[in-house]
């Protein structure tokens, strides 16, 4: 079934758009185009796709006398045609009339479109870091016991490959009181801020939350729910970290808080309260124009290698895992989870960090994958804890380090 466009242009549901004219038949899209056919889409069509593959003709001819064209189009309201024009003019660069214009979208209002002229403007940056895959000695299987905010501090810039955490639950253990919500969030935000400056450029912050249910002060009351995850993610991609995946870690019922007994006594309309057992494992990477492949090329294939992902793996954003219990630590991560995290989002070698460590079990996820662990956990027990399960269980060959904080930060003003 074909729906006639202009004269000479026919659309198949199943084919691209041609021009069949004068013996020959050319592609919208391609430099044979006709100019004149690809001003009428891109005036008179309403699909997106057409009028860009327009605008993609006008370009490929790379004629300068096309240029009011491309440039009229970067005032669009679609963004899609934004860039599209954008690509066309590229090709003219270095003309001041065109760099003009181009400039001129630093202040563009959609992120895709200051994304591609900042980069495009800006020339290539270095293909090679030499740093890139190497952190401080000093940091390498270290575990301090402190303040995060204050160890921090004396964490260098983009030292650190990884970082996987599950912060304090909000007012629902002794350990983590605030006065208001919002103390609470303005407090995750200060530390996850200085994990961006101390991640290194274009890798992965992992963060496992959940909503926090806070029991009612009496019948008279009603509970409180906080949607912890998704009021701090746009504090998070504001400070310059880059939303990539939404993993559901999802735990079997019988191990989630019953909020449905009572509806399933008396099953009225509006009482309804599902039993939550899901907690949100969100996929965050440090902002940068340069791509995965940059990130990979850093290291050498033999690392690369070393480091390829073999065996089952979570094809969905679904992870089935069942939650684990300790005897000092009431809300501990899951071995499985953490190996997981550790072998896809990072390469034997990596400097693997938790400012929430609790009782390290994600330091000996990355010990026992052959990466580095820095840890820092502010309360004595859980310190404790960690000194049982890293000393008894690793025969690595750079033994775990413990410091308090204040000795740490002695130790980086020396050696850092």
Same mark, same amino acid.
């Given at each position: 079934?074909?729906?006639?466009?202009?004269?000479?242009?026919?659309?198949?549901?199943?084919?691209?758009?041609?021009?069949?004219?004068?013996?020959?038949?050319?592609?919208?899209?391609?430099?044979?185009?006709?100019?004149?056919?690809?001003?009428?889409?891109?005036?008179?069509?309403?699909?997106?796709?057409?009028?860009?593959?327009?605008?993609?003709?006008?370009?490929?001819?790379?004629?300068?006398?096309?240029?009011?064209?491309?440039?009229?189009?970067?005032?669009?309201?679609?963004?899609?045609?934004?860039?599209?024009?954008?690509?066309?003019?590229?090709?003219?660069?270095?003309?001041?009339?065109?760099?003009?214009?181009?400039?001129?979208?630093?202040?563009?209002?959609?992120?895709?479109?200051?994304?591609?002229?900042?980069?495009?403007? =800006?020339?290539?940056?270095?293909?090679?870091?030499? =740093?890139?895959?190497?952190?401080?000695?000093?940091?390498?299987?270290?575990?301090?016991?402190?303040?995060?905010?204050?160890?921090?501090?004396?964490?260098?810039?983009?030292?650190?490959?990884?970082?996987?955490?599950?912060?304090?639950?909000?007012?629902?253990?002794?350990?983590?009181?605030?006065?208001?919500?919002?103390?609470?969030?303005?407090?995750?935000?200060?530390?996850?801020?200085?994990?961006?400056?101390?991640?290194?450029?274009?890798?992965?912050?992992?963060?496992?939350?959940?909503?926090?249910?806070?029991?009612?002060?009496?019948?008279?009351?009603?509970?409180?729910?906080?949607?912890?995850?998704?009021?701090?993610?746009?504090?998070?991609?504001?400070?310059?970290?880059?939303?990539?995946?939404?993993?559901?870690?999802?735990?079997?019922?019988?191990?989630?808080?019953?909020?449905?007994?009572?509806?399933?006594? =008396?099953?009225?309309?509006?009482?309804?309260?599902?039993?939550?057992?899901?907690?949100?494992?969100?996929?965050?990477?440090?902002?940068?124009?340069?791509?995965?492949?940059?990130?990979?090329?850093?290291?050498?294939?033999?690392?690369?290698?070393?480091?390829?992902?073999?065996?089952?793996?979570?094809?969905? =954003?679904?992870?089935?895992?069942?939650?684990?219990?300790?005897?000092?630590?009431?809300?501990?991560?899951?071995?499985?989870?953490?190996?997981?995290?550790?072998? /896809?989002?990072?390469?034997?070698?990596? /400097?693997?960090?938790?400012?929430?460590?609790?009782?390290?079990?994600?330091?000996?996820?990355?010990?026992?994958?052959?990466?580095?662990?820095?840890?820092?956990?502010?309360?004595?027990?859980?310190?404790?804890?960690?000194?049982?399960?890293?000393?008894?269980?690793?025969?690595?060959?750079?033994?775990?380090?413990?410091?308090?904080?204040?000795?740490?930060?002695?130790?980086?003003?020396?050696?850092?």
């Amino acid at each position: 079934m074909e729906a006639t466009i202009g004269k000479g242009i026919s659309r198949s549901r199943r084919m691209p758009t041609v021009y069949e004219g004068a013996g020959s038949t050319q592609e919208l899209g391609s430099a044979a185009f006709p100019v004149e056919k690809s001003l009428y889409i891109l005036e008179r069509s309403t699909s997106t796709v057409e009028r860009k593959e327009a605008l993609s003709s006008i370009g490929r001819k790379r004629n300068r006398d096309l240029l009011p064209i491309l440039i009229k189009y970067l005032g669009d309201e679609n963004p899609e045609l934004v860039m599209q024009a954008v690509r066309g003019l590229l090709v003219f660069r270095n003309d001041s009339k065109v760099r003009i214009q181009l400039e001129r979208l630093r202040e563009h209002p959609n992120d895709m479109v200051r994304e591609i002229v900042e980069r495009e403007t =800006n020339g290539q940056k270095r293909l090679v870091d030499s =740093n890139h895959r190497e952190s401080p000695d000093l940091l390498k299987n270290l575990v301090v016991e402190g303040d995060v905010t204050q160890t921090l501090m004396h964490v260098p810039d983009e030292s650190i490959h990884l970082t996987f955490t599950s912060p304090p639950y909000y007012n629902a253990r002794d350990y983590s009181i605030y006065q208001t919500y919002e103390e609470y969030i303005d407090f995750l935000e200060g530390v996850f801020s200085q994990v961006h400056r101390v991640t290194k450029e274009g890798r992965f912050f992992i963060l496992n939350t959940s909503p926090v249910i806070i029991p009612r002060a009496g019948r008279k009351y009603s509970s409180r729910r906080y949607p912890v995850p998704f009021d701090i993610h746009a504090r998070l991609t504001s400070m310059g970290w880059e939303f990539i995946d939404d993993i559901v870690w999802a735990k079997p019922e019988k191990s989630a808080k019953n909020r449905v007994a009572g509806f399933e006594v =008396n099953r009225k309309p509006l009482t309804y309260k599902a039993n939550p057992r899901t907690e949100y494992v969100m996929v965050y990477r440090k902002k940068t124009d340069k791509l995965i492949d940059w990130n990979l090329r850093q290291y050498d294939w033999d690392t690369v290698s070393l480091s390829k992902v073999l065996g089952d793996y979570e094809r969905s =954003n679904v992870w089935n895992i069942a939650p684990t219990t300790d005897q000092v630590h009431s809300a501990v991560f899951p071995l499985k989870l953490c190996l997981e995290i550790v072998r /896809l989002y990072s390469f034997v070698g990596d /400097l693997v960090f938790d400012p929430f460590a609790g009782s390290g079990t994600l330091a000996r996820a990355a010990v026992g994958l052959e990466r580095y662990a820095l840890m820092t956990e502010i309360l004595p027990e859980y310190i404790s804890r960690m000194k049982q399960q890293l000393t008894s269980s690793l025969t690595d060959e750079r033994p775990f380090q413990f410091l308090e904080q204040p000795e740490f930060a002695k130790a980086a003003n020396q050696w850092l």
